[in-house]
């Protein structure tokens, strides 16, 4: 499994965009990049994933770096709902896919 | 609510005590997920089951025993736990199938405390 590194923790205002960086300089060349964040007393929830290029959803923007060892989670209005731990995980694309939770970062929003 | 259900939601057990966890998905999917996040660690996944058989076992003791009966229903016997057991049990389902993306659903959790 791949190593990621994240901040342990972030803050933005609220209404503000906000730029979740994840290194993960051992991804292999087939490994997704999933995010998943985790909001106070719940179970995660999916946010978005992408091989190569920017991914848009409703949700978030996922910019990933040319040469993969990187990529950046990108709120682009921040709301107080926002607040939650975020997670990138390398992986593959796979049935059942097994994935690997690291620490995260913990993103508070300021009102 | 994600589809997902979990009871109970928190549960206190002695060390010598049996008890069982459910998870229930109302989502058809056909695959589903035991985790376990500690105080301070990640989480952790436990076990895997696709298709009602099981995929993977990351190394759990025995004292954690799965069971699958059917697609939308999973269960976590536990029995003679450890005060370090304590944690938030999580389960979660996704679609087992290559064409497509399956991102995971995951329920509220149980909050167990073992004394």
């Known amino acids: 499994d791949a190593k990621t590194t994240q901040p342990n923790s972030m803050e933005s205002n609220e209404e503000e965009p906000v730029h979740l960086p994840c290194n993960h300089s051992?991804?292999?060349?087939?490994?997704?990049i999933h995010w998943y964040r985790q909001l106070p007393s719940q179970g995660p929830e999916y946010v978005i994933h992408?091989?190569?290029s920017n991914v848009n959803n409703r949700m978030a923007s996922l910019a990933i770096a040319e040469d993969r060892k990187s990529s950046t989670l990108i709120l682009h209005r921040a709301t107080l709902r926002d607040a939650a731990v975020y997670y990138c995980?390398?992986?593959?694309?796979?049935?059942?896919?097994?994935?690997?939770f690291g620490q995260g970062t913990r993103l508070t929003i300021n009102p | 609510e994600t589809g997902v259900t979990q009871t109970p939601r928190h549960l206190v057990m002695g060390m010598t005590n049996k008890k069982s966890l459910k998870c229930e998905q109302h989502l058809g999917h056909n695959a589903m997920y035991w985790y376990k996040q500690s105080a301070k660690k990640p989480l952790e996944l436990m076990f895997v089951y696709s298709l009602e058989e099981r995929v993977e076992n990351n190394s759990v003791p025995s004292r954690f025993s799965p069971e699958c009966p059917n697609s939308s229903h999973l269960f976590l016997h536990l029995h003679t736990l450890q005060p370090e057991d304590s944690a938030l049990y999580l389960c979660?389902?996704?679609?087992?199938?290559?064409?497509?993306?399956?991102?995971?659903?995951f329920g509220p959790g149980t909050r167990l405390t073992v004394l």
């Open positions: 979660a389902s996704s679609q087992d199938g290559a064409s497509s993306y399956n991102e995971q659903f």
């Open positions: 051992t991804i292999s060349g087939t490994d997704y």
């Open positions: 992408g091989l190569t």
């Open positions: 995980i390398p992986s593959l694309i796979q049935g059942a896919q097994k994935l690997v």
